[in-house]
Structures are given as C-alpha cells and as structure tokens.
C-alpha cells in the first residue's frame, strides 16, 4: 500500500511528519499481512485521527511520536470523555479503544516502548444484548424441507439446507461447526450422536434426535456428488465445499415466505435450542456442555431471555397479574 492509498493518510494534518510514517507503516502492515478489510482500516485510521486530533487541540500543535510516549492515563481517559460528550457511544468507544491500541502496539514492535497509556484505562461496559429465540414452531418451519417447496431450486438442495438447519436447531450447533462435519461424521443410521469442534479447537459431543437424524440421511439421498468420508458433508451446487452464505441466504428468503422477523437467522436457531431446553426444564450446567460453552456465565444469559418470557406469559394470562393491572 502506497502513502496515497492508505485510508485516512491526507487526514493526519495533527502528527508531524514523522509520526504519518509511522501511520502509513501500520495501515500498510494490517491491509498486508494481516489482511484486514478495507472498512475495518478506515475505521482504525479514523480512531487514531480522533486521539490526534484531540492532543494537537489540547497541545497547540502537531503530535509527535514523543507526544505519544508521553501520555498520561488521565489524558487518556480525558479524550475518551471528549469522545462520550460529543455524543460516542459505548459500543463506538470500545471500537475506538481497538484502533488507538493497535497502533500503539505497532509502535512498541517498532522499538518505542510500552505505551501503557491507554493499557490501564478501564473499558466502556455496553449493555449485553439477549440473543433473539424463536417460537418452536418458527424453528420447526425454518428447519423443514417442505417449507420452501415452492421454490425453483433442485430438491436436494433444499433437502441439504433443512439438514444444515436442523443440526443447529435439534443440536445447537455453530454454522461452522455443522459446515465442518465430514461424511464419515454424518449422523445417519443407528448414529444418535454428531461430534464437532468447537471454538477453541475443543471437541464436543451433542445427541441427535430423530428428526435430524432422518434431515441428514433425506439430504444424502438425494445428493448427486459422490461424497469422500473425509470430505465435506454438505456440498455447494458444484460439489465443493458448502459456504454459511448460501446457508444465511437460504433462511433469508424463508423469512419473507413464512413472515418471520430479521433476527430469525441461523445462529437463532442455536438460541433458540438453548432457550427451548431451558424452557421445559433443562439444566443450565448441561446445556452450557451441549452449547460448548467455555464459561457458564455466557450460558446464564439464556437464563434472562426464559425469564422474560415467562413473565410476559404471566402478566397476560394469569388472572392476578390482570387484576394487578387493572387495580
């Protein structure tokens, strides 16, 4: 990448010429070796001019790379409540945390030593978001072949992309993970149970009920490739390798034909098996297994969306919350 096509490199007016070398050196190095999107580098370079720009109005003139070294913790934390007054919120701040902080560690693997200004600042808290679960019966359509019967797409892809969903709703599997299983993994047969690894290289086992199992086995029914044991299971309209996009598409056109929301997706059929079990009394602990959850604090935020639908259920239907309401 050149100094001309380095996103944001005409808007360092605040560092001196120095400290833009150094801008241009970073921005080329993740567009290069670490392949970054061209967004998310506008998105850095962005971050980084804010700081600039800040020190330099504060400092009355150009930033250097001795400024940088320089700065203090509470200069840190005053740019940060500069950024929240002029409106930024949590979710905005914390991106702009990771963009300051890369170019910082750039600089130290450059030789200018641990620029600890921005290590020790405690980070925005953002409100976590509840995963949005389906009813049963939203999850049952999406996942069943018959649902898009009247599309104008082969009957084994459609048979192909009902087993994909119905591993992550009757198993609670990532997208990856289903798109990861080999032919020789296929639960088919007396095979009640699929392994997959997980996020971290972990394996896990989950049970296979009946109903996925026999989404599995329709879909190699019809599949026209011959499928190797250590190949792919689920296969492209070429016989390559199975891409989540076309999955996402999939569920995409379903929820204008079924009228479901925009949060009906395939990882809200994982949601939605987590909140299901939990509904019809699971333990917490076991499904945080199934779910291959590293700490048992993610799994409790299923714990917040059971509890809120539970309460709605209630303030509709029983007669005490009715009479609550009225009183």
Request: aromatic share 6%; glycine share 10%.
């Amino acid at each position: 990448m050149t100094g001309d096509a380095a996103p944001g490199f005409n808007d360092f007016r605040s560092a001196d010429a120095d400290l833009r070398a150094f801008l241009v050196a970073w921005l080329s190095h993740l567009a290069g070796e670490r392949r970054m999107a061209r967004l998310t580098l506008e998105a850095y370079a962005r971050d980084v001019r804010q700081l600039l720009d800040h020190m330099s109005e504060r400092a009355g003139g150009a930033v250097s790379l001795a400024d940088l070294e320089a700065l203090s913790q509470s200069e840190a934390r005053a740019f940060l409540a500069a950024r929240r007054q002029a409106g930024a919120g949590s979710r905005s701040l914390l991106r702009g945390l990771a963009g300051v902080r890369s170019f910082l560690r750039f600089l130290e693997r450059e030789g200018y030593g641990k620029i600890a200004a921005f290590a020790a600042v405690r980070t925005p808290k953002t409100a976590r978001r509840l995963p949005k679960a389906l009813t049963v019966g939203e999850a049952r359509d999406l996942a069943d072949a018959d649902s898009r019967a009247g599309e104008a797409r082969a009957p084994w892809i459609l048979a192909r992309d009902a087993a994909v969903l119905s591993l992550l709703y009757g198993c609670g599997l990532r997208i990856s993970e289903a798109l990861g299983l080999t032919r020789a993994d296929a639960p088919i047969g007396r095979r009640d149970v699929v392994t997959v690894v997980g996020k971290g290289g972990k394996m896990r086992s989950a049970p296979v009920i009946e109903a996925v199992r026999r989404a599995v086995e329709d879909y190699l029914d019809l599949c026209p490739f011959q499928l190797t044991q250590d190949g792919p299971l689920f296969v492209g309209a070429r016989g390559g390798p199975l891409s989540p996009r076309i999955i996402q598409l999939a569920v995409e056109r379903m929820r204008g034909a079924l009228g479901l929301p925009d949060t009906a997706t395939p990882h809200a059929l994982r949601h939605s098996f987590a909140t299901h079990l939990l509904g019809r009394g699971g333990d917490l602990r076991s499904i945080q297994e199934l779910l291959g959850h590293a700490s048992l604090s993610t799994t409790q935020i299923y714990t917040a969306i059971d509890t809120k639908r539970l309460l709605s259920a209630y303030q509709s239907a029983h007669p005490r919350a009715r009479s609550t309401a009225k009183g």
